[in-house]
């Protein structure tokens, strides 16, 4: 008794449909992608908070001013392109941070894990729209679309090398501090805060 | 068991390192925490006011006064004295213009002092974006038949950490309605910059109900939502409100435009002809005389013409298709006989015009000489004649032949079977009479002119020589017209004699035409 044809009987019918609603989804996944990443950074925010009670009072000495970059605290809405841009080297360089602190922190694991696995989603979405987003703009035949895109990508890249800069001391600060737990602490806040502007920029993007 | 040669000896100074770590492990577990036991402190808005609060967990510490100190994570500054919370006995502070950025993680210190010597000292850290509970606002409502306004208390400068967009996406305001088990939310916008009270109306409420609203601040970021004590009102019902009116207002309107797109279309279409309106209503309607229609009295005299009939004596012949002679019968009943000796039987014809000018009078021809009163025979269909005669002012676009019959003697037709023979239609009452035999008379006291009757001459002549005849007779019309029997009092062209003599079976040469009988 053959059962295979019938199971897959069974399964091509779901699969057809979710097959039929995929390009639909991709589609439309880029285009709400600000809801995506506002609902992530949001559980990540909180899953920081959790992460540890309450800050040493011993670490206070040891904490530095990483200082962010001023277009994350501004509070003028974004572009999307910028927005998507900026998002995408937040997830990259948190993600490796996080990387780092699977075997040198004292921070509860499973709440590590959480922010790994959301912030790997990030960085998976935000390369497929930028994929999509490519696609479109060879397809486009406007020169002077590409000259505003081209000034448009000069001010992204100063935009996203002032947040991998922030990032990296951060990066630095750990390997100075040795990874102690003061600085994880530190480190800990530091993100908490990048995260809650990363929120806010979700926000302002959804007034404009 | 012997050791063998090849076994390292654990030297003392090999765990030296271990006691080390292990020392520092515990000394460094012992280490407080920013969270002391020793107090609990606590941040959160009241009345849009960010308030630090510290409670001591252990009482029997009771210190004099505090002194509040702080720093942030960001920056790499000292403990900063809070000035107006220095040396205070409260055991809060107010930091909404200290502390004015919401993400950032702030640390305070409380410094618990019982004259110079300090008994206790509390440190915490606050990131406000998820650590501050904020307190419901203060409010009130106003109740109205259906609807009720609730005045969310603002203050006029919203302090700047919660500037911008804090309260339009962190704290959206929402206003419970509950009647009884039904809760109903409410979510008013608020926009960036509020500037005093804020009023949200709720409205299509039930009147005579009682309703409770209750007020909270629900965000995410802020941690529990904190409700509002309950306020309740009881709608009344009946009372006027400004909508109420506006709609009656309207209603009215709407009416009136109504009743005058309605009139003016009549108006138009009377114009054009296309529906005739009618002047000449019927008794019923005819509110000219409303005394009269109020008290049902009689019409004034002057509009009725009256019409005497003087009775001849004559027997009643009733033909039987036989052509033999036959002698005169004295069955009917004698008319009542009038001073003059004539037998009265007026005949009353209503007139619906003025008609007591024109009335004429046939008393002028009675002749005092007839005295048959007890012998003379009623004309059996001789009647009091109620008929009514329309009003000389005929309707503008109906000329219409049964106004003109109506104006004219009805048809009577003559019936050669019986000379009694009365047709009653409507409200006119038509009976035949023989003018052989009778004298018509219609009573006019205002009139000088005595009313000339050629046609009445005329048919005189023709009696003497006819037979007798059978004519449909009607009270004489009103204005303008002149009844075709009056006679001026000397000139009374019907001897009764040559009345009398005349037999009632042969046709008359008159000439009936529409209605009317013309000798």
Redesign the interface.
Known sequence: MNTKPDVIQKCLWPACLVGLFIPGALSLHCNLLHLHLREVTWQNLRLLNSMSNSFPVECLRETRAFELPQDIQSHTPPGKRYLKEAFYEMSTQAFNIFRESTTKSTWKKKYLKQIQIRLDWQMHHLEKCFEEEEKGKEDSKQMEEDGMDFSGAMVSQVSSLELRRYFYRMYNFLKDKKYSHCAWEIIRVELRRCFYYFYKLTLLLRKK | MLWSQNTSWIRPRDLYPVVYIGLMVGVVSA?????DESCTLKVTFRSFRLILSWELKNHSIAPTHYTLWY?V????DDMKIVEHCSNITASFCDLTDVWEV????Y?PRVDGFRGNTMLVSC???F?L??HVSLEPPDFDIVGSTNHINVIVKFPPVIPKILN??IL??YLPLVIEEQSGKIVKKHHPKLNGNIIGNVTYVIDKLIPNTNYCVSVYFKS?VMGAINRSPVKCTFLQPGQETESSESAKIGGIIVMFLIAAVFISTILILKRVGYICLRNDFPKVLNFNNLSSWVFLERPPLETVAFVEVIHVNRKKKVWDYNYDDESDSNEEVAPPVSGGGYTMHGLTGRLLGPASASSATLEDCIQPDAEEPDQSEPEADTERLMAAWPSPEQSECCKSGAYKERGRLPQDPVSEDDDSFTEESGDKITFNVNLNSVFVRIPDDDSEVPPTSPSFLEETANLEDSDETEISFLAASGEGTQPPFASPSAECPWPEDALSDKSDSSESDADIRDGYIMR
């Open positions: 280490w407080p925490d920013l969270s720093t994570m960001s920056k790499p919401l993400p950032e993680t640390i440190i915490s850290d990131f974006a998820t911008g967009e339009q996406h995410k």
